[in-house]
T-cell receptor
Framework: AQSVTQLGSHVSVSEGALVLLRCNYS??????LFWYVQYPNQGLQLLLK??????LVKGINGFEAEFKKSETSFHLTKPSAHMSDAAEYFC?????????FGQGTELSVKP | DTGVSQNPRHKITKRGQNVTFRCDPI?????LYWYRQTLGQGPEFLTY????????KSRLLSDRFSAERPKGSFSTLEIQRTEQGDSAMYLC????????????FGPGTRLTVT
């Protein structure tokens, strides 16, 4: 069965610093992988997805993620954090259509 | 494209009462999903529809839960005889296909059972 592990339930960075949120997956088939962001009391918004092709995926708001099959990872990065990036981030893998989510990483951005 | 909408946004009910939530997906999407999210956790899959057919239900979906999508458009999720453990955010999402297609989420319905 597919599963997702997000390392670090809380990550804190300074404004302008690199953001790195870690995600490892387990899948018996080539995975479809997604990153979503959730602001307080709101639904989830898609940041980016990997299906096939280029392993470096660019998303909205300056985020990108790299699919590494050998490491079963799909880490999310952003070169320079902004205060508005403070939110909860979820990595997910598709399991025959339904999404299996990690437990989430809360990102805090310090001024 | 008006996005996925959910009603109500908040529901407070007493234990033992029945509640019903509604989800209106993006109009051209044939797939509709329900998830449940508790505090500090990622969303957990409950069930999904392709058009009006309910194709999969999670073991999380006890007999007290029922979902419908009668004409392949909006969907309802009903919880009978609510329990305090049902308190959660209920999220609806829609997509134009399975697998590699992204799901678009609604704002959720927050249920509090007292």
């Amino acid at each position: 069965a597919q599963s997702v592990t997000q390392l670090g339930s809380h990550v804190s960075v300074s404004e302008g610093a690199l953001v790195l949120l870690r995600c490892n997956y387990s899948s018996s088939v080539p995975p479809y992988l997604f990153w979503y962001v959730q602001y307080p009391n709101q639904g989830l918004q898609l940041l980016l997805k990997y299906t096939t092709g280029a392993t470096l995926v660019k998303g909205i708001n300056g985020f990108e993620a790299e699919f590494k099959k050998s490491e079963t990872s799909f880490h999310l990065t952003k070169p320079s954090a902004h205060m508005s990036d403070a939110a909860e981030y979820f990595c997910a893998v598709s399991d025959r259509g339904k999404l299996i989510f990690g437990q989430g990483t809360e990102l805090s951005v310090k001024p | 494209d008006t996005g996925v909408s959910q009603n109500p946004r908040h529901k407070i009910t007493k234990r033992g009462q029945n509640v019903t939530f509604r989800c209106d997906p993006i109009s051209e999407h044939n797939r509709l999903y329900w998830y449940r999210q508790t505090l500090g956790q990622g969303p957990e899959f409950l069930t999904y529809f392709q058009n009006e057919a309910q194709l999969e239900k999670s073991r999380l979906l006890s007999d007290r839960f029922s979902a419908e999508r009668p004409k392949g458009s909006f969907s309802t999720l009903e919880i009978q005889r609510t329990e305090q453990g049902d308190s959660a955010m209920y999220l609806c999402a829609s997509s134009s296909g399975g697998g590699r297609y992204e799901q678009y989420f609604g704002p959720g319905t927050r249920l509090t059972v007292t």
